[in-house]
Structures are given as structure tokens and as C-alpha cells.
């Protein structure tokens, strides 16, 4: 099993789908950790064996999204495995929890969002990023960060800027305003063909300078949230979940937010944006702001 998995972990890196052949490798980790490092065939991979890997991630106390995760990872390799031939199809992931749990929203209320605004970050240049980092995403409606981070000067061309989501493959146009540029003039330009100041560093891998800085500024929003006294575990996720939330107490019509990050479908999301003109979705977006009484 180990050896077609990273076959398989191959053949994406060399299709550039790098997130999911690190999810693969992860996968593959944890079962192999279960198995105590001893390989398995395809043959092998019974329901019982499922479903002990299954009591002993439970065992670990992670979460059902978590396991779901591991396991709908496992099933897609699998199934693979099956397509080309190598087992049969012996179902052994149908006792076992394979979905995705609806997770709790995650938003600021805009006074929070305002008392983070007002916080004193002269003498901590990390934690001023990090706000400002979190700040620009919520002005472009929550924008991911890895969009952010691989958002490319060239993308921004007038007015707007377009990217597509790493996530879903969608298209998105956002508008380009004040406030952004604003956080772009307190940074030295950026020597990468990158706009933010994320990726900023030519000859190293543009990926681990990402998720390195993702983790520095998650733990920077977490000192910043106790600062403000927000008591939570704020991270850069929180950005969109207050966007959407906001935008749907500004009573935005939902085919405009369509639920905004409440859809457990992104699909859904697409099909009512793909509706709506993008002068509409930049309106939606200054309200969103407006309301921050920044």
C-alpha cells in the first residue's frame, strides 16, 4: 500500500496539485503509524482492518473531520487502486466515517474587529502584520490566505484584481480599494513577482515560505485576540467567517453572500455567484466595510 500511495503522491506533485499530494503523504503517515511502521498490501486492507485504524484515531481524540479526512483519503487511493485493476472492490471504508461535519462559524463581531484596529502594534512589527494581513482579507471578502500569498502583480489590473481560488478552481474579481492599498503602502515593494509581502523571497520554495508564514501569523492572531481581549483562537480563517457573517446581517441578499462561508457546498456558492454581477459583489464588499467605522 505504501508504494502505490506514493506512486500516487508523484504523479500529483508532477500534475502541480502539491496540496493534494501532501495530503496523501499525510494520510499515508498516520496509517502507517497505526500500523506500527509495517506495510500493508491493497489486498490486505479489510473492513476490520479500517476500522481498527478508525478506534485508534478516535483513541488519539481527534476529531470527526479530521478522521473523516483521513479516510476519504484513504478511500480515493483505494479506489484508484481498484480502477487500474491492482484489488478488488471490497468496500472497507463502508463502516467507517467518511463525511464532513457542518463546523462551528467562526466570526468577529465588528466591534471586536474595531478594538483589533485600535490595538498599539508600533513596537511589534510581527503582530502589526499579522492584523494587517487579517484585515486584508476581510476587505477582499475573506479572501484565503495562500490566494493572498500567491496573489501576483499582475493580477491586480486597475481597479480589480482576479484570482483563482486554490481551494475550488473559481474565478474571483475583487475590487481594489483604499484599504488595501493602504496595507500595501507599509510594506517595502515586494522583489517576487508576488503583490503581498508573504512570499518574499526568490530561490526558496514559494510553498514553505507560505506555510511557514501562515503559522507565524496564526500564533501572532492568537496574542493579538487575548491583546483585545477576544477570547478565542483567532486565525486567519476567521476573516471570512466574519465577511460572510456581517454581509448577512447587512442584509445582503444571499444570492449576492449565497450564505457566504456557511455553504457546506462550494458548488452552491458557484452557482449563485456565477448570477451576479461583479459591480453588485464590489457594492456587497463596501457595505461589509463601511460598517467597521474604520
Known amino acids: 500500500m505504501r508504494g502505490f500511495m506514493e506512486a500516487q503522491a508523484g504523479r500529483l506533485q508532477a500534475l502541480g496539485r502539491e496540496r493534494c499530494r501532501e495530503t496523501t503523504m499525510q494520510a499515508?503517515?498516520?496509517?502507517?503509524?497505526?500500523?506500527?511502521?509495517?506495510?500493508?498490501?491493497?489486498?490486505?486492507?479489510?473492513?476490520?482492518?479500517?476500522?481498527?485504524?478508525?478506534a485508534w484515531l478516535k483513541a488519539k481524540s481527534l476529531r470527526r473531520n479530521t478522521i473523516g479526512f483521513y479516510m476519504r483519503t484513504l478511500r480515493a487511493a483505494y479506489n484508484?487502486?481498484?480502477?487500474?485493476?491492482?484489488t478488488t472492490d471490497r468496500r472497507p471504508f463502508g463502516k467507517v466515517y467518511t463525511g464532513v461535519d457542518k463546523t462551528i462559524k467562526r466570526a468577529l463581531q465588528p466591534q471586536q474587529v474595531r478594538a483589533i484596529v485600535k490595538l498599539n502594534l508600533n513596537n511589534k512589527p510581527h503582530l502589526a502584520f499579522a492584523r494587517d494581513m487579517f484585515l486584508f482579507s476581510l476587505f477582499a471578502r475573506g479572501m484565503a490566505l495562500?490566494?493572498?500569498?500567491?496573489?501576483?502583480?499582475?493580477?491586480?489590473?486597475?481597479?480589480?484584481?482576479?484570482y483563482c481560488r486554490r481551494k475550488t478552481g473559481q474565478m474571483l474579481t475583487v475590487e481594489w480599494i483604499p484599504e488595501m492599498q493602504r496595507i500595501l503602502n507599509l510594506y517595502p515593494p515586494n522583489p517576487t513577482q508576488y503583490l503581498l509581502p508573504i512570499i518574499t523571497k526568490s530561490g526558496k520554495s514559494d510553498r514553505r515560505q507560505h506555510l511557514t508564514m501562515t503559522e507565524n501569523i496564526n500564533r501572532a492572531l492568537n496574542q493579538i485576540a487575548a491583546m483585545a481581549d477576544i477570547d478565542a483562537g483567532l486565525t486567519m480563517y476567521w476573516a471570512r467567517h466574519t465577511w460572510g457573517t456581517m454581509a448577512r446581517n447587512s442584509n445582503i441578499p444571499l444570492a449576492v453572500i449565497s450564505e457566504a462561508l456557511g455553504h457546506n457546498n462550494e458548488r452552491t456558492t458557484q452557482i449563485y455567484l456565477d448570477s451576479i454581477q461583479s459591480n453588485v459583489v464590489d457594492r456587497a464588499n463596501r457595505m461589509v466595510i463601511d460598517e467597521l467605522q474604520l
Open 28 to 54: 499515508l503517515r498516520s496509517f502507517l503509524q497505526f500500523r506500527g511502521g509495517h506495510d500493508i498490501s491493497l489486498t490486505q486492507l479489510t473492513s476490520d482492518v479500517v476500522e481498527q485504524y478508525e
Open 146 to 162: 495562500v490566494d493572498m500569498a500567491f496573489l501576483r502583480k499582475t493580477d491586480l489590473r486597475g481597479s480589480h484584481f482576479t
Open 80 to 86: 484508484r487502486a481498484v480502477g487500474q485493476g491492482l
